[in-house]
């Protein structure tokens, strides 16, 4: 007799989130940097580690405090030279990955009776952590052109009355970026009975005259930034997302985070990775150009683009989108099956690997037509 273990109700017949992991030349398909550390990064990166494996029978340090300070250090960089102020360690906060600061999030301003909003298409992982915090879920909608309707955003948190807003900014998965007056419109909106989240995973890649939402941060005190060190920092692989917040949301996230949930490696890894900013983060004009020259590339040809300040392109669409995914993963090129119906999206590459995107696209349709 199979065993069926008493899960919750609403999780039966779920399946676990993720895209497929496949094994093929060209991957393309979950938003990763495609270019790994130097030898000399990933030789700071193994003596931090071997430093911390000296004491790994004690606990790591709970409030992760250095990484706090090196993480502020980081932020100030969006927001000293244009602003003129610094980001605090105390205004600072991490997790295991942005997703891990999101669910936190989740847990202390969310939960039964309270609603999570967010608009759709979006990132599809928010539901998700709603689900499991128990928080009601309510998408409103975007634009065609996938910005967002603020009378419609305003209408909804009106009628909702949330008490988290996820934001991403760009989005994903269409790449789109909110100007600044439409966070301030919803954080006014929202006002002290919830937080907006302005959800910067992909916040480096922006292209030049989009601010980013930490310039808002003194004007909003339920105003909160996400960040991940796992794109244009080119560290999926080592786990670590960050936010920055007025230091009562920070405090407010310690009552629900689990203890020592940073561990040592993982706190040794970031400070090492950020004394290597510049070298991980030296990829993203390239990758800004790639990209740009994808979009043109996209539309050259007669597909529908989505403006993109991230470092992927929804493109489209497609009557059959999944024969073209298979048509190009049969090629050696995994792309992602995700958005709107007849959309699909592409992660950027090298300059190899985009062309290797491009001509296994160009044979694709050339066989469909
Ligand atoms: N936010 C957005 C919009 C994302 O696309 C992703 C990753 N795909 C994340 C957050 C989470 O990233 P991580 O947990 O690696 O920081």
């Known amino acids: 007799m199979t065993y069926t273990p008493p899960l919750r109700e609403e999780l039966r017949g779920l399946e676990p989130y993720g895209a497929p992991q496949l094994d093929v030349p060209v991957q393309l398909n979950v938003n990763e940097n495609p270019y790994g550390p130097s030898p000399a990064c990933v030789a700071d990166i193994a003596e931090a580690v071997a430093s911390a494996a000296g004491s790994l029978n004690r606990y790591p340090d709970r409030e992760f405090t250095e990484l706090r300070t090196a993480l502020a250090a980081y932020l100030s960089r969006d927001t000293e030279?244009?602003?003129?102020?610094a980001i605090t360690p105390d205004q600072v906060w991490a997790a295991n990955g942005s997703n891990e600061v999101m669910l936190q999030l989740l847990q202390a301003f969310g939960g039964p009776g309270r609603t999570a909003v967010s608009f759709a298409p979006t990132y599809s992982?928010?539901?998700e952590y709603a689900r499991d915090?128990?928080?009601?879920?309510?998408?409103?909608r975007r634009e065609t052109d996938f910005g967002l309707d603020l009378d419609h955003a305003r209408e909804l948190v009106e009628k909702e009355r949330p008490s988290v807003v996820l934001l991403p900014s760009p989005?994903?998965?269409?790449?789109?970026a909110l100007p600044p007056e439409a966070?301030?419109?919803l954080c006014e909106a929202v006002g002290d009975d919830g937080v907006v989240v302005v959800d910067e995973a992909y916040g480096e890649f922006r292209r030049a005259g989009t601010p980013s939402a930490l310039e808002l941060l003194p004007r909003h005190r339920n105003l909160v930034v996400s960040r991940t060190m796992s794109k244009a920092f080119a560290l999926a692989g080592a786990r670590l997302g960050y936010l920055a917040a007025a230091p009562e949301i920070c405090d407010a996230?310690?009552?629900v985070r689990l203890p020592y949930h940073?561990?040592?490696?993982?706190?040794a890894v970031a400070l090492a990775a950020l004394r290597h900013a510049p070298e991980l983060l030296g990829r993203v004009d390239e990758l800004r150009v790639e990209r740009d020259a994808t979009v043109a590339w996209l539309r050259e040809r007669g597909h529908q683009v989505a403006d993109s300040d991230a470092n992927f392109v929804l493109f489209g669409t497609f009557p059959d989108r999944h024969a073209v995914w298979q048509g190009l993963l049969d090629q050696g090129v995994l792309i992602r099956e995700v958005g709107p119906d007849?959309?699909?999206?592409?992660s950027i590459g090298t300059a190899g690997e985009m062309a290797a995107f491009r001509q296994a696209l160009t044979a694709v349709l050339a066989q469909e037509a």
């Open 253 to 255: 996230i310690r009552v």
């Open 183 to 185: 966070v301030t419109a």
């Open 133 to 140: 915090s128990m928080t009601a879920w309510v998408a409103g």
């Open 125 to 127: 992982m928010y539901p």
């Open 262 to 267: 940073l561990s040592a490696v993982t706190q």
């Open 342 to 346: 007849g959309w699909l999206r592409v």
């Open 81 to 85: 030279p244009t602003r003129g102020f």
């Open 171 to 176: 989005n994903n998965p269409t790449g789109t």
